[in-house]
DNA sequence: TTACTGACTCGGA
DNA sequence: ATCCGAGCCAGTA
C-alpha cells in the first residue's frame, strides 16, 4: 500500500532537490526514511539510466565534494557548474551552508 | 536461505 | 586537516 519502495522513494526526494541546490546521500537517505541506507542512495544513481532527466549531479557526499572519479567527475562538475553551484578551487570542496538543500547545519 | 558488495558516514588516533 | 577501521543496509549472486 503506502509503503513504496526505498528505491521509488529515493528517487521521489531527488527529483525535489530545487536547481543551484546540493544535497548528501545521507540526507537523501534520511529523508526516504532510511538514515542509514547512504550507500544504497549511491547504488541507486549508479544504476539511473543516462538519459535519466532526475538531478543525480546534484547529490555530493557530506563532504560536500563529489564522489565520482574521471569522466563522471568532470560531466557532474560542469553540470553544477552551469547551475550556478560554487566550488572551492583549492579544496574542490563545495560549501553546504550555502548550496547544501534541507541540510541539518541550517 | 546465506555471503558479498559498495556514487556512504562516523568516531577515534 | 588526514588516515583508518567499523557500522550500515538494500541489491545482487
Given at each position: ?10 528517487l521521489?526526494v531527488l527529483n525535489s532537490v530545487p536547481y543551484g541546490k546540493v544535497t548528501?546521500?545521507?540526507?537523501i ?16 544513481l549508479?544504476?539511473l539510466?543516462?538519459?535519466t532527466l532526475l538531478p543525480w549531479h546534484r547529490v555530493v ?15 557532474q562538475?560542469?553540470r553544477l557548474?552551469d547551475e550556478?553551484v ?15 538543500w ?5
Open positions: 500500500m503506502f509503503e513504496d519502495n526505498f528505491k521509488q522513494r529515493v521521489q548528501t546521500y545521507g540526507n537517505a534520511k529523508l526516504a526514511g532510511s538514515p542509514r541506507a547512504a550507500r544504497q542512495v549511491g547504488a541507486i549508479k544504476g539510466p543516462s538519459d557526499n557530506r563532504e560536500g565534494k563529489i564522489a565520482l572519479m574521471g569522466e563522471a567527475y568532470k560531466t562538475y560542469q557548474i550556478g560554487v566550488f572551492n578551487q583549492m579544496s574542490g570542496h563545495i560549501d553546504l551552508k550555502l548550496f547544501g534541507m541540510m541539518d547545519g541550517v
